[in-house]
């Protein structure tokens, strides 16, 4: 590891974590044999056969606080203190009030009011609506009437209406306070003005010879603009390090020209995902989700009795994968031959004969699903990944059309860029022409090409060579640093804009507070550009004249977006392919190949980088291998065996003749010979969280761009690897575990029986034939678990239980949707002012999250299944928290919910040591004492109002929102006040309160209401015969239950389950 890049990634000393070496004698799946599925969390779990390694304390031990204070320094201070404890009692600190001379029109002081947005990323559009508190912004969700952001779980005309959200959207409000993000423009000169940058660009514009690369976008505007400029010369190129042009690339080869595919889950019987996360990574995986969820649901959209089957092919372990029904794990590489297979099959080309299709697992994996896929024609879809070539987006086109599925399963939509060429020709084309001396002047709109263009081009170099260069960004980045001019680029919630969602609706963007540093827009600098001032919003309206879209300007700002929507689809014949050449690797393949394949993927925590300033997405933990502040390489245990590296060492990979040091994690179900390297680390220019700023902050992670070249840009062969000194990753994939309160009394063993427990999964055959599934898991724990009927189970209780007679808030959380995707983990974040700690602070167990979300792995290290389990404060109604607080710091409400009283906790932790759930949170230091100094001024700003900032010293945990309920609530008894005076109490209808999970949940796993209502949502799932509560023997009788997992699987390919023996382990 080089003291330049990787100082900041020394182990800190008081602190040593090992997670386990590979599996070596990891049992294999065997074909028809009888498999005793077990559950467990890592690979260091799996080996020992035990349960997580742990002192059985329900509580880590206590490390050593950042800040130690000697006994002489506190009686040195104790002494200040007493002396200046009379003068600072004296007065309050002095405060400015500034009122509003005039109320806003429709504006009430204190109340917050919602406004339709959106926000372009990696040139696709995604719809919000933004809540603003006093004219700031601090809440982003999903515009619940957009026609392609919103929809309904439930099949029915009056169902409400819901649109989830993404991680990154749900952070977007913390970037845009980041005091980080650049202030005013600057040149190699120093400083400049906004003013300044007009007369340059009034310059640059007489010089002519102009060149633009601008970062992906899908604004209408833009284009038009770009219409404009070219028309006056200049020429136009577009990059993004994530894209998604082999698929158009492979339309173009299918159709002779290129189309976007709008797959229709809701409909589709048999969902195949080839090298694809549709949930997560895929520009509609909002609406993908939800459509996935519609008919994953029994009694959906496919009718009643039937749910969909995902099939997913893939190298790494994707959150489609999590939710497959049967999971391939396959190098990308070997993705085209697949495709061939495939299509040979249907009565597409010739078969391949690489030899890995003739290995038992695969032939019979292929065998199966190619004939699931021709009994359902008409009711399959197949879906490709971006990392695929353009040659098997062709083939996946063809064999959509074998299936029958175009106008059923899938549409076809004309692409809204017809003669853009991909990005990865246009910046090729562009470093070339820099590289000759070809381009006088270069003004880059957004992006970061220095950082992550193929480091083969040599953009920075490339970049020197060019006499004038202008970058607009948000912050003073790599790219900047090295051009001539800087000018800071407004955040989308202070600028006016537009965008198209993935099936073309075009949405619309508007501000909701003035450019915090005075920054413009893509929109605005182009126009300068182009001779214009005009503002931002009436080009935008110019723009949209063309569109032929009824309604008016306001009507269309109101709705955030123009309507009729999206363009309809069109109706296109696959044309002749040539058959694609296979490479020798391909050929020759097999599972056990000695060539090692390495993917690029983008990181949940910055995107491509782009996000690396925000504290919230480094500290959410990956899906699956729920590491924070760090990208690393993904290894599989057999592979990293095979290689010589173990989890947690410094490995070097080599691809040509570049290379890249980072930290190895190992992962079960990461595909043989392939190793998966995380995009979005080792960024110099961020910010003082991500790495560079002011402050010359050491960076997050590795730079994995370093050996990601113009060939081999999604999937690329490795020179070598090799193992170097350890490094230890910060994760959170041990903490929190609810199975250590078991250990005093039982074995390990024991443990290990009760996790069915916990992750409770059923088949859709079982469910619809065997009624009482849910006792059969009994291993004797609990006698009552026997009865299928939650009212007939027994349960006993020291104190008198309450009788409830007015609202009963409850939960329910559908494991049959949940997909993982952390997006209720960021919401939660931002709406109760959940503090970040930090990468040092998270490997003490000290993370602050209200909600986890539990990973478990079932099955063998090699082909694994995976189980989400989103966990937060379950609200028990006999809870064990309220009875151990000495101070009554945790109480129980009339409406059942466990609140917690910050000021009167005094920080005994008792709660959290008798919570069976490990749900609580305490405040070991004040995570929020550096907002509080003046550089963090603007954050402030982002705190919700309504909402206590809790201080050191303090517990805290889930509060089912409250603040929202009382709202909905304030805001019944006013309207039926007005409705009918003189009645107090109003009844609240449901769906009126939503959780900011429930919100952000793109698939509405979460559904939130009030269990006094028998006829609510929430009620009606509570007496689901999937429900169940966790840890049951407890009899803390949760408000928050669970629904089994229902799995679809294809008997086929199901091996038959060993049958537990029943075994008290008690």
């Not at 044999?33 to 035990?50: D, Q």
């Not at 607009?472 to 202070?494: G, I, M, N, R």
């Not at 935008?540 to 004249?545: C, E, S, V, Y």
Request: net charge neutral.
């Amino acid at each position: 590891m080089s003291a330049e890049d990787h100082e900041h990634h020394e182990h800190e000393d008081n602190y040593e974590r090992a997670y386990g070496e590979s599996a070596e004698n990891a049992p294999e799946a065997v074909d028809d044999a009888p498999v005793a599925y077990g559950y467990w969390r890592s690979l260091r779990e799996m080996e020992a056969g035990t349960a997580t390694k742990s002192d059985g304390n329900e509580l880590p031990p206590v490390p050593q606080v950042s800040d130690p204070l000697s006994r002489r320094n506190f009686f040195h201070l104790m002494g200040a203190s007493m002396a200046l404890a009379g003068v600072g009692a004296c007065r309050y600190e002095k405060e400015e009030i500034v009122p509003l001379a005039r109320r806003p029109e429709h504006q009430t002081p204190g109340q917050a009011q919602t406004y339709a947005t959106a926000y372009d990323l990696g040139g696709v559009g995604h719809a919000l609506l933004a809540t603003s508190f006093d004219g700031r912004p601090i809440k982003l969700d999903g515009n619940t009437e957009h026609p392609f952001a919103s929809g309904s779980i439930v099949p029915s005309s009056n169902a409400t209406r819901h649109a989830g959200t993404s991680t990154f959207a749900q952070a977007a409000i913390l970037h845009l306070y980041d005091p980080d993000r650049s202030t005013t423009p600057i040149t190699k000169a120093g400083g400049s003005t906004i003013d300044a940058v007009k007369v340059a660009l009034a310059e640059l514009r007489k010089a002519g010879n102009i060149r633009v690369l601008s970062e992906g976008t899908s604004s209408p505007t833009v284009r038009e603009l770009q219409r404009e400029l070219t028309g006056k010369g200049v020429v136009w190129h577009e990059y993004e390090s994530i894209s998604w042009d082999n698929e158009r690339l492979g339309t173009k080869l299918a159709f002779t020209r290129s189309v976007r595919p709008v797959a229709k889950l809701d409909r589709a019987e048999t969902i195949v995902a080839l090298d694809c996360d549709l949930f997560v990574e895929h520009p509609a995986a909002l609406k993908y989700s939800r459509d996935f969820a519609r008919s994953r649901r029994l009694g959906g959209t496919l009718g009643l009795g039937k749910m969909n089957r995902l099939y997913s092919i893939e190298s790494v372990f994707s959150h489609t994968g999590a939710m497959a029904d049967h999971r391939l794990g396959l190098r990308s590489e070997l993705g085209l031959p697949f495709a061939l297979a495939l299509d040979a099959a249907l009565g597409g080309g010739a078969a391949p004969t690489s030899a890995f299709l003739k290995e038992a697992k695969i032939k019979k994996f292929l065998d199966v699903l190619i004939e699931e896929l021709q009994a359902n024609r008409g009711k399959a879809v197949v879906v490709a990944g971006r990392r695929q070539p353009p040659e098997v987006h062709a083939l996946v086109a063809r064999i959509n059309e074998k299936l029958d599925a175009v106008g059923k399963t899938l549409d076809y939509i004309e692409d809204p860029d017809l003669d853009r060429p991909s990005h990865l020709q246009s910046i090729t084309a562009l470093a070339r022409d820099m590289q000759a001396g070809k381009v006088e002047t270069l003004v880059i709109i957004g992006g970061n090409p220095v950082y992550d263009a193929p480091v083969d081009l040599d953009f920075a170099g490339a970049l020197a060579k060019v006499r004038t260069t202008l970058h607009l960004s948000e912050y003073l980045d790599e790219t900047s640093q090295k051009c001539t001019w800087h000018v800071p680029k407004a955040h989308f919630l202070e600028a006016w804009g537009d965008c198209r969602t993935w099936d073309g609706t075009v949405t619309i963007a508007q501000p909701l507070i003035a450019p915090l540093f005075g920054g413009l827009s893509s929109i605005q600098l182009l126009a300068l550009l182009n001779e214009s001032d005009r503002p931002a919003d009436e080009l935008i309206q110019k723009a949209h004249t063309t569109l032929n879209a009824t309604g008016n300007w306001k009507q269309h700002v109101h709705d955030g977006f123009v309507a009729p929507a999206p363009p309809q689809p069109g109706t296109f014949a696959v044309g002749a392919l040539p058959p694609p050449p296979l490479t020798a690797t391909q050929q020759g393949a097999s599972l056990l190949d000695k060539g090692v394949e390495v993917t690029f993927h983008y990181s949940p925590f910055s995107y491509d980088g782009r996000f690396a300033n925000n504290a919230w997405l480094q500290e959410t933990p990956d899906f699956l291998t729920k590491v924070v502040w760090d990208n690393y390489a993904l290894v599989g245990p057999e592979t990293a065996k095979r290689l010589g590296i173990e989890n947690d060492q410094m490995i070097t990979v080599k691809v040509g003749d570049r290379e890249v040091e980072l930290p190895c994690h190992t992962i079960p179900g990461q595909a043989r010979s392939s190793i998966a390297l995380v995009l979005g680390g080792g960024r110099t220019a961020a910010g003082r969280v991500g790495g560079g700023g002011t402050e010359n902050a050491h960076s997050v992670g590795w730079n994995t761009n370093k050996v990601r070249m113009s060939t081999g840009f999604e999937i690329a062969m490795a020179t070598s690897v090799t193992a170097g000194s350890g490094y230890t990753l910060a994760s959170t994939q041990e903490h929190w575990d609810i199975r250590t309160g078991l250990k005093p009394s039982i074995t390990q063993e024991g443990i290990a029986q009760r996790l069915p427990e916990l992750i409770k999964e059923v088949t859709s055959v079982e469910l619809a034939t065997n009624k009482t599934w849910m006792a059969e898991p009994h291993q004797g724990y609990w006698d009552d678990q026997h009865v299928n009927d939650p009212s007939k189970r027994r349960g006993f209780s020291l104190f008198r239980e309450k009788e409830y007679t007015g609202h009963k808030w409850g939960m329910a959380t559908d494991l049959s949707t949940c997909t993982g995707c952390n997006s209720c983990m960021v919401a939660c974040q931002n709406e109760n002012n959940v503090p970040v700690v930090g990468r040092k602070e998270v490997m003490q167990n000290r993370e602050m999250h209200w909600i986890r979300i539990d990973r478990y792995f079932g099955g063998t290290p090699d082909e694994p299944q995976v189980f989400h389990q989103p966990l937060t404060c379950q609200q028990c109604e006999n809870a064990p928290c309220e009875q151990v607080c000495p101070v009554g710091a945790t109480i129980h409400t009339d409406e059942g919910l466990n609140d917690q009283a910050y000021n009167r906790c005094i920080g005994t932790r008792y709660c959290a040591n008798n919570c069976p759930y490990k749900v609580r949170r305490f405040n070991f230091l004040d995570w929020n004492k550096e907002w509080r100094e003046a550089r963090n001024k603007l954050r402030r700003l982002l705190f919700n109002p309504e909402v206590t900032v809790r201080m050191r010293g303090v517990m805290e945990k889930c509060t089912f929102c409250v603040q929202r309920i009382q709202n909905a609530k304030i805001h019944a008894k006013a309207v039926r006040r007005s409705e009918r005076p003189g009645e107090v109490d109003a009844p609240l209808p449901d769906g009126d309160i939503v959780t900011a999970c429930q919100a952000a949940c793109p698939t509405e796993a979460i559904i939130f209401g009030d269990l006094a209502d028998p006829n609510s949502r929430v009620s009606r799932l509570h007496a689901d015969q999937r429900t169940y509560d966790l840890l049951p023997e407890t009899y803390t009788k949760p408000r928050n239950k669970f629904l089994a997992r229902v799995k679809n699987p294809n008997p086929k390919l199901t091996p038959p389950k060993a049958k537990a023996e029943a075994k008290g382990g008690h």
